[in-house]
């Protein structure tokens, strides 16, 4: 059985920083790209980062570059997002997902991805 499960999420505030785990089991860790989602109240989910199963090549939006890292561990079989500079427009239901490949890209769309956990919430005051 595959699980995905993020954790990390809570309260902090605007500028403060925030780190997410995901480890993910019932796969070979080092065969998945994995990716970050978002989704806002009232908004449509978003892909905003990705890594390839090696970590060798990562892909972010412009609404988190410079101040979100993806990375993962495959010796852990953990993904991560360190999550810096927090603007309360980054409350959402943080989600990490995962797909069987060993592609040199990965993707951002969610229509992607096979395996989702249940999500993390992060709240970010003003």
């Known amino acids: 059985q595959v699980q995905v499960l993020e954790s990390g999420g809570g309260l902090v505030q605007a500028g403060g920083a925030l780190r997410l785990s995901c480890p993910a089991s019932?796969?070979?860790?080092?065969?998945?790209?994995m990716g970050w989602f978002r989704q806002a109240p009232g908004k449509e989910l978003e892909g905003f980062s990705c890594i390839t199963w090696s970590g060798s090549s990562t892909r972010y939006t412009d609404s988190v570059k410079g101040r979100f890292t993806i990375s993962r561990d495959n010796a852990k079989n953990t993904l991560y997002l360190q999550m810096n500079s927090l603007k309360p427009e980054d409350t959402a239901m943080y989600y990490c997902?995962?797909?069987?490949?060993?592609?040199?890209?990965?993707?951002?769309?969610?229509?992607?991805?096979?395996?989702w956990g249940q999500g993390t919430q992060v709240t970010v005051s003003s």
């Open positions: 019932g796969l070979t860790f080092d065969d998945l790209t």
């Open positions: 997902a995962a797909v069987k490949n060993k592609g040199s890209w990965c993707y951002e769309s969610q229509y992607e991805y096979d395996y």
